[in-house]
């Protein structure tokens, strides 16, 4: 019995020892590999089917699209060395580089970019209204595509940066769907090596790659960390070299430590209150632009976010936002001013103030709630009796789907391809999208005349003719955009995020 | 719960338990005598005192929670936001524990959450409570098809991973405290129909029923008079351990953000806030987290010290 | 013998369709998935169409029906985040959850049972208030708060174990666990390791009670003697079962533990569909993990019954 005790005793150490060396040897990494830590496991690496920042990311580290958008928002080339439109925007024609591979040796051509086009229509693609956008697609030789739009399309490029990530057509013909997303080729910076569900994905660089010099990082490895104190004690013990998505407070304790560095942008996300004139809205005091107005006025924007969010975050001047094509710098936010809104919902007849049913998703963003109660309280001073009805994120966003919520809501519209038009028509195109509460006339026109207009510097300037509109006529009461805290090992060098909160990496690198 | 459900042998066993305290015993001492009996029981067992005083404690903070402390539980109070506590350097005086992200004083806040933990403890056992009791004397007592019936579903039920469901139907409902009293509630009514019938079953075995038959009760009669007060002790005992057990999940929900909504100063709500200021304000989670262990440790020394009491075979082994 | 045995799978399969009932039925409250599924930018006419497409239009007897045969061939939907089948993210996560979770139980029964024996031997000594305590603490102390704090002394500031994730090693064509497992399968054993404690020593102080132990001390039995014969022996049955609940237990309770351990298990997936409304994937864990509950049940069920033949009476 004894002997019996003590040779376990003794296998017990052994195997225990030799699992903590393992580890010890697992665990250090060599110098050229970055480590990052995402905030959920990607659900596909495919641009057109990530459903949410993290894949987006990790995929486009595989691929290319047609063109790319710069650190300033400019329409790049990529895979397309140039391109020309016509005059109505209908027709693209794209002039392809030559000698790309693919991962597998395959070279990319034509037939690639058609392959990627007809696949990207399919049902189960999330983003397959952003192909749908081209009604056909010509090869007019090994390296010439012709693409022709019904309407007038200069979101396009803009879209196939974000989605149309050129996918291999001999490979995935002969593979099938679903082994070609268990094992991805692209023509991208990285190569992909394993991907063990949330766990790691292993990407490393690809030495031909079509930009020279780049990738500068070896090999990346993805973690995914959902919780972010653990985040936080992760990158503080060396054990990544990035971690995203913190609050200002998880970074505070993170100033003093000389071997990580804080990043904080601000984020292309408008948060506001939802007017409606469509449903729940129709015959309120809320479709008089005055009173609207007034609800703008009444709200101190700047107080909470001191409040709230240590003073981070930037004050709404409308929908567009500094990052965004068209952004009218000459547009103040509209402050707290409650004689003036006082004054206004006198005008409009109603000096004692209404009552309005008014709704907030729980648990979908930080502090949200606590911002829809203070709003509460603010228009409480102006007479204005807010129902509050919080609900959970899920059940919200459905009903708003529906046009089911209250009569005033409040919510949040992120954008990603540097232009703010999918916000615009998504939260304003009325009946034509699913999470309008909100139809003006006006704003209808002034969307699709811009969406028209080919020429960028015209389009500017229709963007900023609307700011000016829905400032007067404002269907929501502007709140904030956000920032954003990202913090960095101090081994990494050139990481550039963008207001997007994308990154791509082939720059950045171990020093 | 879930777990729990098997915690102990007896109630793994299930046909044991006790009757200890036999209501009619009782009776024949008078009132005086029985007082003193458990005050004696309970001097003899330290622990027990220990739990009863704890548990009377977190009853107090709960009913008194507006005359033990003057500030507003909800109400934020930016200026003074993220104080530490009291003794700590820079902590101010009249926040005890310190104050939360929100400037909200802890202490309030950990005195109110008793409230949202003992609300969701009593009302949620007590609601499986009296479902299951109900459920467990007519499975026990009419047996046969009802009986296969009840016991097929309860053993249905106790066999689900149990947070996996609680997760599951909180994620479904979304937040609010009736949902999560429900939860508890519904979820936890087959492990004290299990205890009600098996008692109701030994006390068949007994004779006690067959007896009272022959006499010509009704079975109502019976079902209140001889099975009914028979059953309160084991399910009281069974009620404490619940109730801890319903405290500690709350605060699990509660880390899920599946809880009640965040505004409501619950424990578990507090420890999931608390855990992104972890590095810097330790005390956000530490309080909220004491109080949870308080808590459970109170309701646990008082349900063993119950069980003990009321069991004769466990007391007769103590001495 | 054979009849108990029979019944009890009948008894288990019964369980399972009723499981299978609820879950699908509760999943249907949950509202609209098409919704979820539908970019942010989708028209009505869309969301209509994807709703038609994905079957939610028929009558609900229907589409139960669809799904048991489903679920009975082994394919328990397609998860709607992943479009992949939810059997296999499940089957694909399954490893290091059982890591975790044995590694957890290990931890639990070597240092909960000697305790509880040691406390329920000797009671109110020392060794019975630190099983007592041991209990206690197991039950009342929220393990994802004992979890982050283990992250941040022995993670961040000792450095002994890495604050997250699951590294592991071949040795011999064998997958086996490292150091990274030691914090988690610590915070996950806390729970159990105080049942096992708490249920060892009322089952040891039982056992002391009854006659034939006190007949053999009468009769000058070495104490040592009574422990190994007897008391061992007879506690050890009802030990059985509780191993086989506990273990249940830690496959499916692990919720918390792995999502703050970033560890790639089945509880972290649970989480993860939780957040992104994925009631399909969901449906399956729930679905999966009752399925080997029940099925642990059954086993220990029978191993009890075969060491223990009142049991089969006692039905």
Same mark, same amino acid.
């Given at each position: ?80 060395? =140039? ?45 397959? $209204? ?17 693409? &022709? ?46 991907? %063990? ?41 060396? !054990?990544? $070299? ?21 990043? %904080? ?50 004050? &709404? ?195 | ?5 098997? %915690? ?80 700590? !350097? ?23 959450? %008793? ?153 578990? /709500? ?50 | ?76 939907? /397609? ?22 979770? =044995? ?17 329920? &031997? ?66 996950? =054993? ?11 020593? &009322? ?64 509880? /972290? ?47």
């Amino acid at each position: 019995m004894k002997q019996k005790i003590r040779l376990f005793v003794i296998l017990c150490t052994v195997i225990f020892s030799l699992a903590w060396s393992a580890a010890g040897v697992l665990a250090a990494s060599d110098g050229k590999v970055l480590r990052l830590a995402l905030t959920m496991d990607p659900n596909a690496l495919e641009p057109a089917m990530a459903d949410e920042r993290n894949a987006a990311i990790v995929s486009w580290c595989l691929y290319d699209s047609l063109v790319a958008i710069d650190d300033d928002s400019r329409v790049i080339p990529a895979l397309a060395e =140039s391109w020309t439109i016509n005059p109505e925007g209908t027709v693209f024609t794209f002039k392809l580089r030559k000698g790309v591979t693919f991962h597998n040796g395959e070279p990319f051509n034509a037939d690639d970019v058609l392959f990627t086009w007809n696949r990207g229509k399919r049902e189960n693609i999330k983003y397959k $209204d952003r192909f749908n956008l081209v009604k056909n697609v010509e090869k007019l030789d090994e390296y010439t595509v012709r693409m &022709s739009t019904e309407n007038s399309s200069p979101l396009l490029l803009r879209f196939m940066a974000e989605h149309w990530a050129m996918l291999p057509a001999k490979l995935m013909k002969k593979t099938g769907e679903d082994k070609f997303l268990a094992a991805p080729v692209g023509t991208g910076p990285f190569k992909f090596v394993k991907w %063990s569900k949330g766990d790691r994905i292993e990407f490393e660089a690809n030495k031909n790659y079509w930009k020279k010099g780049f990738p500068k990082a070896e090999k990346v490895i993805f973690r995914p960390i959902p919780e972010s104190s653990t985040r936080v004690a992760a990158i503080q013990a060396g !054990e990544v $070299d990035l971690v995203t998505r913190l609050s200002a407070e998880e970074v505070a304790g993170l100033k003093g430590d000389a071997n990580v560095r804080v990043v %904080s942008y601000p984020v292309d996300r408008v948060y506001y209150i939802a007017f409606n004139n469509m449903t729940s809205g129709k015959g309120l005091p809320t479709e008089d632009p005055r009173v609207r107005q007034a609800m703008n006025y009444a709200v101190d924007v700047q107080s909470m976010l001191d409040a709230l969010f240590n003073g981070k975050g930037r004050p &709404s001047t409308g929908f567009v936002t500094p990052g965004n094509l068209g952004f009218d710098k000459a547009i103040k936010p509209f402050g707290y001013n409650p004689a003036k809104a006082k004054a206004l919902l006198k005008e409009a007849g109603y000096p004692d103030g209404f009552k309005i049913g008014f709704a907030c998703p729980s648990g979908a963003y930080t502090n949200f709630q606590q911002v829809c109660e203070a709003i509460q309280g603010y228009w409480a001073e102006m007479g204005i009796i807010a129902e509050l009805q919080v609900m959970e994120s899920g059940k919200y966003w459905d009903l708003e789907a529906k046009k089911e919520l209250p009569p005033l809501f409040g919510d949040s519209w992120s954008e990603t391809i540097g232009e703010a038009m999918s916000r615009l028509q998504g939260a304003l195109g009325g009946n034509s999208a699913a999470y309008s509460t909100w139809w003006d006339e006006k704003i209808g026109a002034m969307l699709d005349q811009i969406k028209g207009t080919v020429d960028e510097e015209k389009r500017a300037e229709l963007y900023i003719t609307l700011q000016h509109y829905m400032q007067e006529n404002p269907p929501f009461v502007y709140l904030y955009e956000p920032v954003t805290y990202e913090v960095v090992s101090s081994r990494v060098t050139d990481y550039k995020p963008r207001a997007s909160e994308q990154y791509y990496l082939f720059e950045t690198h171990i020093k | 719960m879930g777990n729990n459900k098997m %915690s102990e042998p007896q109630k793994a066993q299930g046909h044991q338990g006790a009757t200890g305290l036999g209501v009619d015993q009782q009776k024949k001492q008078g009132v005086m005598p029985v007082l003193q009996y458990v005050w004696r029981l309970f001097w003899r067992d330290k622990p027990g005192l220990l739990g009863l005083i704890m548990v009377l404690i977190l009853v107090f903070c709960a009913v008194g929670a507006p005359w033990i402390t003057a500030y507003d539980p909800v109400k934020p109070n930016l200026r003074d936001a993220k104080k530490p506590p009291v003794w700590m !350097e820079n902590g101010i005086k009249g926040h005890l524990l310190g104050t939360d992200n929100l400037g909200r004083d802890l202490f309030t806040r950990i005195i109110y959450g %008793s409230r949202v933990s003992l609300t969701v403890g009593f009302l949620g056992v007590l609601m499986a409570c009296s479902a299951g009791m109900a459920i467990g004397m007519a499975a026990g007592y009419f047996g046969g098809r009802i009986d296969a019936l009840i016991m097929g579903l309860v053993n249905m039920i106790l066999a689900l991973p149990y947070l996996v469901f609680v997760v599951f139907i909180a994620a479904i409902l979304g937040r609010s405290l009736l949902n999560v009293i429900l939860i508890f509630g519904l979820t936890d009514i087959p492990i004290f129909v299990r205890i009600a019938r098996g008692e109701v079953l030994r006390m068949r075995e007994a004779g006690f029923i067959e007896s009272a038959q022959s006499v010509g009760a009704s079975t109502f009669r019976i079902l209140s008079t001889h099975v009914l007060p028979n059953l309160i002790g084991p399910l009281i005992t069974l009620a404490t351990f619940e109730m801890s057990a319903m405290i500690f999940y709350e605060a699990g929900l509660g880390f899920l953000g599946l809880s009640v909504p965040p505004n409501v100063p619950s424990w578990g /709500n507090m420890l999931a806030v608390g855990r992104q200021y972890l590095t810097i304000y330790p005390w956000f989670a530490t309080f909220p987290g004491l109080a949870i262990v308080f808590a459970g440790i109170g309701m646990n020394l008082l349900g063993d010290w119950l069980r003990d009491a009321l069991d004769p075979r466990l007391r007769r082994m103590k001495r | 013998m054979q009849r108990y045995f029979i019944s009890r799978v009948i008894q288990s399969l019964l369980v399972l369709a009723g499981v299978l009932m609820m879950v699908f039925f509760m999943m249907h409250l949950t509202g609209d998935p098409a919704g979820l599924m539908a970019s942010r930018n989708a028209s009505p006419e869309e969301i209509a169409r994807l709703r038609d497409q994905m079957g939610l239009n028929r009558p609900m007897t229907i589409q139960f029906f669809e799904f048991a045969i489903d679920v009975l061939s082994g394919d328990f939907g /397609n998860s709607t985040r992943y479009h992949q089948p939810a059997m296999d993210l499940i089957l694909e996560r399954l490893p290091a959850t059982v890591e975790l979770a =044995s590694i957890s139980l290990f931890i639990s029964m070597i240092i909960g049972i000697p305790l509880g024996l040691l406390g329920g &031997s000797n009671p109110n000594s020392m060794v019975d208030y630190l099983a007592r305590g041991a209990g206690l603490f197991g039950q009342t102390v929220p393990n994802f708060w004992l979890a982050l704090i283990l992250i941040l002394v022995f993670g961040l500031h000792l450095g002994w174990f890495p604050t997250f994730g699951r590294e592991t090693w071949r040795f011999m064509g064998l997958t086996l666990p490292t150091r990274s497992v030691f914090l988690p399968a610590c915070s996950l =054993s806390l729970f159990t390791l105080g049942q096992l404690a708490r249920f060892t020593r &009322s089952a040891v102080m039982e056992v002391r009670s009854e006659d034939y132990i006190l007949t053999a001390r009468s009769k000058g039995l070495s104490v040592r003697r009574i422990y190994i014969q007897h008391i061992l022996r007879n506690a050890s049955i009802p030990l059985i079962s509780i191993v086989g609940v506990q273990f249940g237990y830690l496959l499916s309770g692990s919720i918390y533990i792995e999502t703050i351990f970033s560890w790639p298990g089945l509880g /972290n997936l649970l989480a993860d569909a939780i957040g992104n409304r994925d009631f399909a994937l969901v449906q399956g864990i729930a679905f999966f993990s009752s399925f080997v509950v029940v099925i642990l049940n059954l086993l220990t069920d029978m191993a009890y019954a075969t060491a223990d033949p009142r049991v089969r009476y006692g039905e």
